[in-house]
């Protein structure tokens, strides 16, 4: 608003003053012999920050990512959101905010390639370009395909054939691949070979099903391939992204926030709360607290998410896809919730209770008090209160009274049925009882084990953007 104004006082001030041209005569004090750009074809880095940085909008878009997934729901009867229920129309502004969001990133990547012939910023803004049109492609089909800069406001851009549109990502992405100042790997948010073929892969696979294979049944899922070349071509690109890495790691390890930027990642949008310069409380994003924040900051209350009311909460259909051995299951979710035990006569919440799991030790945790479990589907009542009777030292209620307000209880997450048990104050169980899983998310229990993936112990508030965990893209 202050723009306008000041153009509006300028105006008025041009028409009173219209005689005296030399007073209104502007000079710049600035570099005069400096345009823009000569500035960007000397600072054409700046550029490519901007693309990298662009990206963060992207990236957090869990709505459009998760919702439409059938993993995740909103919780106490509220409404499952806009991609689960697949009612949105071009008007959403999600969908709106997607696409403007990658045409952003791939014009400042467009002015990179516009202002500078230096290779190696060519090959990362090569990349980031791709990667835009990537997002496009997999949400639109074909779209505008522009590979020069936007500096007008001409809107003659016509929408591309999406063969066409794959056959310039593939060739682009190659030569990229090629260029030898890019890093084989590279850990610190930068592109590197092994990314660039992470992608080439994804797009390559993408590109066999939508121009090599004819969905024959929907209902059934049934497809004809017509032509197997490019499942070739992304199976290859596939072998040079995993670059010979073998899995080595738990899968609770992997996605541990003490282990960011292991051998098994790739590339990855970062965070980083030390190097933010502003607010270091809203410099990062919101992840930690958009997968079942309900109590607020986690760090006053101690509870994340374990009442109904928070989104993303995991799926009746997500309860039924872990089969027995799988370590996605723990290292995806919080399964175990654990109380605060008294400090110098204050209820010692903050390090404690949900992020309890973060800043103890294992044999620390060994001896917590235990206020929610949750078994996965598979796991047998028997298998359960074998369970809970050699943890019973853990579940009896502690000094601070605070067990018992914390509807302390273990229970089998089924898709259909929920058993669950509560604890007596002696740590022993009442009955048992069973209820639909429906009516135990909608009444205002503990809906069901949290995501703990994106949680940043170190977080100050969870309910603002004060998660710095970085975001994986390809691993």
């Known amino acids: 608003m202050k723009s306008y104004k000041y153009i509006g006082m300028a105006m008025l001030t ?67 959101g806009t991609f689960s229920l697949y009612n949105f129309d071009p008007e959403n502004g999600t969908v709106t905010n997607l696409y403007k969001y990658c045409y952003k990133a791939i014009n400042y990547a467009n002015g990179v390639l516009s ?13 980031l370009r791709n990667w835009g049109y990537y997002y496009l ?17 001409t809107r003659d851009y016509p929408r591309a054939a999406l063969a066409d549109i794959y056959a310039g990502m593939l060739a682009d992405l190659e030569a990229c691949y090629n260029e030898a100042s890019l890093p084989e790997i ?73 282990n960011e930027g292991n051998d098994e990642e790739i590339f990855s949008i970062q965070y980083d709360r030390l190097g933010y310069p502003g607010n270091k409380t809203n410099g990062g994003h919101s992840l930690m607290y958009d997968y079942m924040g309900y109590y607020g900051n986690c760090v006053q209350t101690g509870h994340k998410g374990t ?45 404690d209770g949900y992020l309890a799991y973060y800043n103890l030790s294992a044999a620390e945790l060994a001896k917590k008090p235990i206020s929610i479990k949750f078994y996965p589907s598979y796991t047998t009542e028997a ?45 022993s169980l009442q009955a048992k009882k ?14 069901s084990p949290c995501v703990k993936k994106w949680d940043d112990h170190e977080s100050e508030n969870v309910t603002e953007k004060n998660c710095y965990r970085d975001i994986v893209v390809f691993h």
């Open 186 to 258: 590279d850990h610190t948010g930068r592109v590197s070979k092994r990314a660039v073929a992470a992608l080439a892969a994804k797009t390559a696979l993408a590109a066999a099903w939508d121009l090599g294979t004819t969905l024959t049944d929907e209902v059934k899922g049934t497809y004809t391939v017509h032509n197997t070349e490019m499942f070739r071509t992304a199976a290859s690109w596939a072998e040079k992204a995993i670059g010979g890495v073998q899995l080595t790691m738990s899968f609770e390890d992997k996605w541990s926030p003490k």
């Open 434 to 447: 069973t209820l639909s899983t429906a009516d135990f998310i909608k009444a205002g229990f503990a809906s």
């Open 307 to 351: 009442k109904s009311g928070g989104t993303n909460s995991l799926s009746y259909k997500a309860m039924e896809l872990f089969e027995r051995g799988d370590q996605r299951y723990e290292g995806t979710f919080m399964t175990v919730y654990y109380n605060p035990e008294l400090k110098d006569g204050v209820v010692g919440w903050g390090d």
């Open 115 to 127: 202002y500078t012939s230096d290779p190696k910023l060519v090959a990362e803004a090569t990349f």
């Open 14 to 80: 041009a028409v009173t003053l219209s005689g005296c041209s030399d007073f209104l005569d502007t000079e710049n004090k600035s570099n005069a012999n400096q345009n823009g750009e000569e500035f960007f074809k000397k600072n054409a880095e700046s550029l490519l920050t901007s693309a990298y940085y662009s990206y963060r909008d992207i990236v957090n878009m869990i709505d459009i990512a998760d919702q439409g997934a059938d993993l995740y729901i909103n919780a106490r009867g509220a409404d499952d």
């Open 383 to 427: 298998e359960a209160l074998a369970d809970l009777e050699a943890i019973k030292s853990q579940t009896v209620k502690f000094a601070t009274g605070t067990h018992g307000n914390n509807l302390p209880f273990a229970c089998i997450m089924g898709a259909d049925q929920i058993t669950q048990w509560y604890f007596n104050e002696d740590g």
């Open 137 to 153: 492609t997999q949400h639109f089909g074909g779209v505008p395909y522009v590979t020069s800069y936007i500096e007008s406001s």
